[in-house]
Structure formats: structure tokens, C-alpha cells
């Protein structure tokens, strides 16, 4: 069990009592993450099951600190390496932060500016980083001709294959050859983070932080530009993807004398690539392991591929003509479901011993959560003339902690009820939070349940706090 690894480890190394564990959702990694809290103190707890991956985590980890880049430190490592403790950078991710815009396909200028500071810490982490690294210490020691020809692979047998289409291996292998040597063209004695993108991201204190760089490696500082401005879901209009890549050529002035030029042509190759590679990930994940959130990404994927393949690849006609063949395969267009209304999801907050409210439509469903768990500010005389929209009650409640862990958990499932409803072209959900009175926690629970997934979803969403005789539609 974690904790008894954990508890000893944490209470070691800060001299406080364990008092609380909590475990996060697992990435794609086998990784296990624990917040670790005590009166005074909270870290990250990791419990991993590769001694190499660890190993390089955490000299990664402290070669970075000592070059004043922004990552988590690692502060507490157990005697075989399998666990170790790691600053606690909250629960503010970058991926999360630009959602709205993500949905929507557009970014507002917030949004935007968020994005342009994490591609602006890049350079940053690329030469700094570098400087004075063992590069023998991290897991692979470089981006080589090995490591192109296993991401080549993986986008042939758990992409193409899969695909059903015919296509002769030995041409595609032609052009595979001719795409290798083109990326290993120019030495590097740069650092690559290899999965660098707003997903390993966090936001602490308004400022970008990086994160999960355990796979990096010596390599082209085009890789981690194409990683960012082109991950699939992110869906970046091309004039925000201008942004941000003018964003990274002036913070990379300071180390490197640019040619744009040349910069942007060997960039195109690198954004073939990762294109080639993510798609075997896709492949994989999704058309083998039938993961619905990997099988969802192909379509984006696949228009990315679409904008590179508007000035074709003449030095690779095979592979060019099989990608064109690919973006026009039915299965990987794109498909929005046909509704004639949005969704419509109706949060109530009510006092339990009033019942629970009736649902309008006649669907039936839905979710009814039971608040009472959480800590409740109406035990205490200053908060009873207060509801759950103040700014003291809030303050009680995420102070206290236990209304976060809760509504964790609670847009999860809502989330998952939402997208599927959506598929289907269901109109209305409902959602309800009780608790005693009906006007601290319920009250809470509702308005943020609102605000997360109007950031979220093009939904209508209604909000009636019953008890309260309140009601507004976001």
C-alpha cells in the first residue's frame, strides 16, 4: 500500500504528522500521485514502478532547480528510489485554463497570453537545461536514428495497419529513410522534453511551471515547438499559432541567432513527425485499446494533417500520397452530432430536510449529491447570515479543503454524463446538491458546478438555489 511507503517518508522529512492522503487521476503514465497534507504542509507523493524513470526524474528535477528553471523540486526520495516526495504546485493546470477555448476553438487574449508565457519558459529549458547536464543520467541519452525509427514504426503498425489500408512497405520504408536522415540533419546540445505541451503544464502564482520531463533527452529544440503549437485537441487557430511561435522565436533570441527561414522549414519536418508519432499513440490507445479520449483525438489530428499536407512533402511522394489517402478515409472526418437545441443542464442547491426537487421535463435522472460530508460553515455564528456565493463562506470552504476533494469527483462524473448526453442529443440534465439548510455548501457546490462546465461545454445552463428563491441562467 502507498501510505505505508508514503506516511514514513513525508513524516521524515517535514517532522509532521500525516494527516491527510489523497490520490490524483493517473495520466497516461503507471505513475501513482498523492497529495500528502499535513497542518501546515502539502506535497506531491510519487510512487513509480520504473527505477530508471525515477532515477531520471529526479536528478532532471534538481539539475533544473539549481538553473533557476521553473519545475517542481524534489525534496524527499526513499532508499531503493521508488517513491519519492515533490513540490506541491496546487491543482492549476494550464490544460485546464484554456479549456473554454479549446471548446470553442477560439482563445481570448487571457488565454493566449497563458500559452504564449509557456512557449516563452521553453527556451529556458531547452539551453539552460542543458548546460552542464550528464546526459547519460536521463532514460535515452538522445534523440537518435533509433528513436525516429520507433516512432515511425508505432505510427505504421498501431496507426496505418489499423486504417485497413493497402500500401507497399518497402516504398514506405524508402521515404521513411529519407525522413530520418532529414531530422537527424543538424547536431543538438539542446534539451528535448519530448511530451512538452498544456497538459505538463501547471500555473502556480500566475507563472507557468513544467512538469513529467522524465522522458527528456539530448535533441532538436523543433520537436518540443511542434509537440506545443500543434497537439491535436488544442485546435489552435492559425493566427494564435502565430502568435505563439512569435512568442517563442523572441525568447529564443538570447541563445540561438535565428534564421526564419530556415527555422520555420526545419520546423514543418518536425510537425510531420510528432504528427506521425501522436497518431501511433492515437493508434494504439484508441483503435487497439479502444480508449474513447485517444479515439476522439484522431479527427483533430487528422485536420492538422490536412493544413501540413496543403504544400505536400515532395521529398517523401509515397508517404505523402498515403497521408492523403489517410486524411480522406470517412472514419476520420470529423462528425458533429445533429441537435436542434443545446443541452440544458439545471444545477439546484436545496435543504434536505425540504426534499429533493422534482425534475420539470418528466426525464427522471440526473444526479442528487449529498453535501453534509463537508465541513459546514452554519456550525459557526459569523457565517449563519452568509449563503455559499459569499466571499467568506467561499473562503471557509476552500480553506477547509474537503469542498475541492468532493467536487473533483463530482465533475468527473458529470463531465462523463454530459459528453455522452450530447452525443446522443439528449436535452436536459439535471443536477442537484443538498445539504442541511440548503444555503452554505449546497449553495457552493451549484455555482461551481455551473462555472466549470460553462468553461467547459456550449451548454444553456440554469442555476436555482431553492431554498434561497434564486435563479439565473448562464
Not at 25 to 42: E, H, I, K, T
Not at 130 to 159: H, I, P, S, T
Not at 228 to 237: D, G
Not at 328 to 336: G, M, Y
Request: glycine residues 6%; charged residues 25%; aromatic residues 12%.
Amino acid at each position: 500500500m502507498p501510505e505505508h511507503v508514503l506516511r514514513p517518508l513525508f513524516e521524515s522529512y517535514t517532522g509532521q504528522k500525516l494527516e491527510q492522503m489523497q490520490e490524483l487521476p493517473s495520466s497516461g503514465s503507471n505513475r501513482r500521485y498523492f497529495r500528502l497534507q499535513s497542518a501546515s504542509c502539502s506535497l506531491m507523493g510519487v510512487v513509480g514502478n520504473n527505477l530508471e524513470e525515477n532515477r531520471a526524474f529526479i536528478y532532471l528535477s534538481r539539475h533544473f532547480r539549481e538553473k533557476g528553471l521553473p519545475v517542481p523540486a524534489v525534496v524527499a526520495v526513499s532508499e531503493d528510489q521508488m517513491t519519492y516526495l515533490q513540490e506541491d504546485l496546487g491543482t492549476t493546470g494550464l490544460f485546464e485554463l484554456v479549456a473554454p477555448g479549446r471548446e470553442k476553438g477560439s482563445y481570448n487574449e487571457e488565454e493566449t497570453r497563458l500559452l504564449c508565457q509557456a512557449l516563452e519558459e521553453l527556451p529556458r529549458l531547452q539551453f539552460a537545461g542543458a548546460e552542464g547536464l550528464d546526459w547519460q543520467q536521463c532514460m535515452y541519452e538522445a534523440f537518435n536514428a533509433r528513436m525516429v525509427d520507433f516512432d515511425l514504426n508505432y505510427f505504421k503498425y498501431c496507426f496505418l495497419k489499423a486504417t485497413g489500408l493497402e500500401f507497399n512497405e518497402e516504398r514506405l520504408q524508402d521515404d521513411f529513410e529519407r525522413l530520418k536522415a532529414n531530422l537527424l540533419l543538424e547536431e543538438s546540445n539542446t534539451f528535448m522534453h519530448r511530451d512538452f505541451q498544456a497538459r505538463n503544464i501547471m500555473v502556480k502564482d500566475g507563472k507557468p511551471w513544467i512538469i513529467d520531463f522524465q522522458g527528456g533527452r539530448r535533441g532538436p529544440i523543433y520537436y518540443d515547438v511542434a509537440s506545443f503549437v500543434w497537439q491535436a485537441r488544442s485546435r489552435f487557430p492559425e493566427a494564435t499559432r502565430q502568435r505563439l511561435l512569435e512568442a517563442y522565436l523572441k525568447a529564443l533570441q538570447p541563445y540561438q541567432e535565428i534564421d526564419p527561414e530556415h527555422f520555420y522549414s526545419r520546423l514543418r519536418l518536425f510537425v510531420l513527425f510528432r504528427t506521425l508519432q501522436v497518431l501511433g499513440a492515437y493508434g494504439f490507445r484508441g483503435l487497439f485499446e479502444r480508449k474513447a479520449q485517444f479515439i476522439s483525438s484522431i479527427p483533430p489530428a487528422m485536420d492538422n494533417l490536412r493544413g501540413l499536407l496543403k504544400k505536400p512533402f515532395t521529398d517523401y511522394p509515397y508517404l505523402n500520397s498515403l497521408l492523403e489517402q489517410i486524411t480522406a478515409l470517412p472514419q476520420f472526418q470529423e462528425k458533429v452530432p445533429e441537435q436542434a437545441d443545446k443541452l440544458l443542464v439545471h444545477i439546484y442547491s436545496f435543504s434536505l430536510k425540504k426534499g429533493v426537487p422534482e425534475d420539470p421535463t418528466g426525464n427522471g435522472g440526473g444526479y442528487v449529491f449529498d453535501c453534509r460530508a463537508i465541513h459546514n460553515p452554519g456550525k459557526y455564528e459569523r457565517y449563519r447570515n452568509s449563503t455559499g456565493m459569499d466571499a467568506d463562506v467561499i473562503q471557509f470552504l476552500e480553506e477547509d479543503g474537503e469542498v475541492t476533494t468532493f467536487l473533483e469527483s463530482v465533475y468527473k462524473l458529470v463531465d462523463a454524463h454530459v459528453r455522452r448526453f450530447q452525443e446522443r442529443g439528449f436535452t436536459h440534465l439535471q443536477v442537484s446538491f443538498g445539504c442541511t439548510g440548503g444555503q452554505h455548501r449546497s449553495v457552493y457546490c451549484a455555482e461551481h458546478l455551473a462555472a466549470h462546465l460553462a468553461a467547459k461545454f456550449d451548454l444553456k445552463i440554469v442555476v436555482t438555489h431553492r431554498e434561497r428563491k434564486i435563479e439565473k441562467t448562464l
